[in-house]
């Protein structure tokens, strides 16, 4: 499969304490996304890379988030002692260089308890 | 803020039938772009329109974009079970790569 992969699928977790999910995107594409969706609403930028670079972080990226990408190939995202309102569908997109339409993985459901 | 703003339509359609769906935005774009999602999954990429088309057709879709009026629809023809998803629309806004998603449209197409 050459898709976007991201792991864990779901992760369940206790507020305050950490997580971290990965995202593997297609190979040849430069930049790569992360998203956040909430149940009903559409997907909402948190940043992009392109390569190894961190070009863009939203404001919804709070300092309790953070995001590498240290190879220009797979990306982490970890949050940090997480609160309720963190639960949410974390989604990966990728893309190559010159082109905007964006390919997204399966995604990482998230619950904080 | 999100650019792309779908009214917020759920539809349900019997099958055969034509589904349409609409969606307006607020700032100027490069190009608009509609995905669907089936329910607990990613996204997946169904067209692009740039700012200086004003319909574009991929089989059973057709999109249109008009903007003067910042909005843009999506028509699916002939629609079948499998069409049930939700539809989002997302804009691209000059020099800039991040999407702006709407609310979505929740269609269920009824065997």
């Known amino acids: 499969d050459t898709g976007v992969s991201q792991d864990p699928r779901h992760k369940i977790t206790k507020r305050g304490q950490n997580v971290t999910f990965r995202c593997d995107p297609i190979?040849?594409?430069?930049?790569l996304y992360w998203y956040r969706q909430t149940l009903g609403q559409g997907p909402e930028f948190l940043t992009y890379?392109?390569?190894?670079?961190?070009?863009?972080k939203s404001r919804l990226l709070s300092d309790r988030f953070s995001a590498e990408r240290p190879k220009g190939s797979f990306s982490t995202l970890e949050i940090q002692r997480t609160e309720q309102g963190d639960s949410a569908m974390y989604l990966c997109?990728?893309?190559?260089?010159?082109?905007?339409?964006?390919?997204f993985g399966a995604g990482t459901r998230l619950s904080v308890l | 803020s999100q650019q792309g703003e779908e009214d917020p339509q759920a539809l349900s359609i019997q099958e055969g039938e034509n589904a349409t769906m609409n969606c307006s935005y607020k700032?100027?774009?490069?190009?608009l772009q509609w995905y669907r999602q089936n329910s607990g999954r990613g996204l997946v990429h169904l067209i692009l329109?740039?700012?200086?088309?004003r319909e574009k057709h991929s089989g059973r879709l057709r999109v249109t974009l008009d903007t003067s009026k910042k909005s843009s629809s999506l028509l699916i023809t002939a629609s079948r079970a499998a069409d049930t998803a939700s539809y989002f629309c997302?804009?691209?806004?000059?020099?800039?790569?991040?999407?702006?998603f709407g609310k979505g449209n929740q269609v269920v197409v009824i065997p």
């Open positions: 997109a990728s893309s190559p260089l010159r082109a905007n339409i964006q390919y």
């Open positions: 190979s040849e594409h430069n930049r």
């Open positions: 890379f392109q390569n190894e670079a961190q070009l863009e």
């Open positions: 700032t100027s774009i490069n190009n």
């Open positions: 329109i740039r700012s200086n088309e």
């Open positions: 997302a804009t691209d806004a000059r020099g800039n790569n991040r999407l702006a």
